[in-house]
C-alpha cells in the first residue's frame, strides 16, 4: 500500500503520526488549528495519545503540531465517515498489522536488547575503572599501615601529589586527629 502519511518511532519504539500530516491525508477543510482541538476533544489525552509541538518555520512564525499515537490516528480516521478516511484507516491497519508482525517484533526486542547491553557495557566499564583506583588506594593504605617505620607526611603528601600542609588541611577535613604525631582515625 502507498505510503499515504510517514509513520515515525516514538522513544517508546511506538509508530507515531504527525496530526497535520493526518489533517492534509484526509482533506480537511477546516484549518488545522480550529479541527485539531475539536477532534481532541473525543476523550484523547495529552501526553498519552498525542504531544505538542512547534514545527520548523517555512519564513513565517513556527506553527503548532501533534505527534499522534497510531491508535488516536486511526480513530480520528474513522470521525471523518469519508472516503479518504477509509483509505488512511485502512493504511494505518496495514501499518500495525505490519508493526506487530513476529519479525518486526523481533527486531524492535533486539534493538532494546543491544541498547541495554552497550549501556550497561559502558556502566560496568566505569566500575572497573572505580574500582581499580579503590585497588590502588588501598594498596597504598596497606603499605602505609604495615609500614615498620614512621612515614613522613611530606612523603605521603608527595604520593597524592600535594604539599605537606594541603595534605594535612585534608586530613583534617577528614576527621583525622592532630596530635604529636598523625593518626588516622577514620577516612
Given at each position: 500500500?502507498?505510503?499515504l502519511?510517514?509513520?515515525?518511532?516514538?522513544?517508546?519504539?511506538?509508530?507515531?503520526?504527525?496530526?497535520?500530516?493526518?489533517?492534509?491525508?484526509?482533506?480537511?477543510?477546516?484549518?488545522y488549528?480550529?479541527?485539531?482541538?475539536?477532534?481532541?476533544?473525543y476523550g484523547?489525552?495529552?501526553?498519552?495519545?498525542?504531544?505538542s509541538?512547534?514545527?520548523?518555520?517555512?519564513?513565517g512564525?513556527?506553527?503548532?503540531?501533534?505527534?499522534?499515537k497510531?491508535?488516536?490516528?486511526?480513530e480520528?480516521a474513522?470521525?471523518q465517515?469519508?472516503e479518504?478516511?477509509?483509505?488512511?484507516?485502512?493504511?494505518f491497519?496495514?501499518?500495525?498489522?505490519?508493526?506487530?508482525?513476529?519479525?518486526?517484533?523481533?527486531?524492535?526486542?533486539?534493538?532494546?536488547?543491544?541498547?541495554?547491553?552497550?549501556?550497561?557495557?559502558?556502566?560496568?566499564?566505569?566500575?572497573?575503572?572505580?574500582?581499580k583506583?579503590?585497588?590502588?588506594?588501598?594498596?597504598?593504605?596497606?603499605?602505609?599501615?604495615?609500614?615498620?617505620?614512621?612515614?613522613?607526611?611530606?612523603?605521603?603528601?608527595a604520593?597524592?601529589?600535594?604539599?605537606a600542609?594541603?595534605?594535612?588541611?585534608?586530613?583534617?577535613?577528614?576527621?583525622?586527629?592532630?596530635?604529636?604525631?598523625?593518626?588516622?582515625?577514620?577516612?
Open positions: 500500500m502507498n505510503q502519511i510517514d509513520i515515525n518511532l516514538n522513544e517508546n519504539q511506538e509508530p507515531v503520526v504527525s496530526g497535520r500530516q493526518l489533517h492534509k491525508a484526509l482533506e480537511i477543510k477546516t484549518a488549528k480550529d479541527w485539531f482541538p475539536r477532534m481532541a476533544e484523547f489525552e495529552e501526553g498519552q495519545d498525542f504531544s509541538f512547534l514545527s520548523k518555520s517555512t519564513g512564525r513556527p506553527s503548532q503540531d501533534h505527534v499522534l497510531l491508535d488516536m490516528a486511526k480520528i474513522m470521525l465517515r469519508n479518504k478516511s477509509k483509505q488512511v484507516r485502512k493504511y491497519i496495514q501499518v500495525e498489522k505490519d508493526f506487530n508482525s513476529p519479525e518486526k517484533i523481533m527486531a524492535r526486542a533486539l534493538l532494546m536488547a543491544d541498547k541495554k547491553i552497550t549501556n550497561l557495557t559502558i556502566e560496568n566499564n566505569q566500575l572497573q575503572l572505580d574500582l583506583e579503590a585497588q590502588k588506594q588501598a594498596r597504598y593504605l596497606d603499605l602505609i599501615i604495615e609500614s615498620k617505620g614512621a612515614l613522613r607526611v611530606t612523603q605521603i603528601a604520593d597524592y601529589g600535594m604539599s600542609n594541603k595534605f594535612n588541611k585534608t586530613l583534617l577535613e577528614f576527621w583525622c586527629a592532630a596530635q604529636s604525631e598523625w593518626t588516622m582515625d577514620s577516612l
